[in-house]
């Protein structure tokens, strides 16, 4: 009885060890690669370039910083403090003013976001809001650079849908608003 006991534990040790688990295993992980794959393969990185503030009809370029391109990295929030990122990137300023707006110009060829918030930083003061038909409008205290940071987020299509698997901000400074 001790003999069977023991064969059958060998048994099930080999075959969890057997180049066919290995098989599984390593399935299982390519088939993640490659939804991973997908998800940062959702959005061609020469169409983040593309993405437009306008202001009084002249076109700004997006300056951009990706937050995240799998929703593993989504959910682990490793964002740089905000005076970095502007070191990095060296956003864009539009000299507007308080009440003015500026549009988000999205190319046709850009898979559309399923949400675009935008931060507006003036100070210590920060406030969130979505961006209605793609406008932003110039809010805060005159003579104080406002920070402006503009996230696409895409979401998963499972039956949750809450979970972001792709993020993207851009970024532009209204550095004296009157």
């Known amino acids: 009885m001790k003999q069977l006991i023991f064969i059958m534990l060998v048994t099930i040790v080999l075959g969890a060890c057997s180049p066919l688990g290995s098989s599984n295993k390593e399935e299982s992980q390519n088939s993640n690669k490659a939804s991973t794959n997908q998800i940062a393969d959702k959005i061609d990185v020469d169409q983040l370039d ?24 989504c959910s682990e929030g490793n964002d740089l403090p905000l005076n970095k990122i502007k070191q990095e990137i060296k956003p864009k300023k539009i000299d507007a003013s308080i009440g003015d707006q500026i549009e988000i110009r999205i190319p046709n060829t850009f898979p559309w976001p399923d949400q675009i918030l935008y931060h507006q930083q003036q100070g210590a003061t920060g406030i969130q809001e979505t961006a209605d038909k793609n406008v932003i409008e110039v809010t805060g205290d005159k003579g104080e650079e406002i920070t402006y940071i503009v996230n696409f987020n895409w979401r998963s299509n499972d039956s949750d849908n809450t979970k972001i698997i792709y993020s993207v901000a851009y970024y532009f400074e209204v550095p004296n608003p009157t």
């Open 50 to 73: 593309k993405v437009q503030f306008i202001y009084n009809n002249k076109a700004y370029e997006a300056k951009y910083k990706l937050k995240c391109k799998t929703s593993a990295e």
